[in-house]
């Protein structure tokens, strides 16, 4: 008997995905992706993880959390709430 997926959260689902290693590699942003302008990188990440680029208010929010550190691990942190983001 088929029955419709329940909507329910998973919290151990959740965190399986979040600390897969594949998922992990995913979200490291470095290399030559990092030696991109800011807006080139906010277009990249916007475009790789939702398929469309970045609004004017996600894109002055993205552009305020890359200047707010450093830069790999805010881009990281970029990538991660993209990956997030309910779309």
Not at 4 to 28: C, H, I, K, T, Y
Not at 33 to 50: C, M, N, P, Y
Not at 63 to 82: E, F, N, Y
């Amino acid at each position: 008997v088929d029955q419709p997926r329940s909507g329910d959260f998973n919290l151990e689902q959740a965190l399986r995905l979040m600390n897969n290693p594949f998922v992990l590699d995913r979200v490291q942003v470095s290399g030559e992706r990092l030696q991109q302008s800011d807006a080139a990188l906010i277009d990249d990440l916007f475009l790789r993880t939702l398929g469309r680029r970045a609004t004017e208010a996600e894109n002055a929010a993205a552009l305020a959390a890359l200047q707010s550190g450093d830069r790999a691990t805010q881009a990281a942190h970029l990538q991660w709430t993209l990956f997030n983001k309910a779309d």
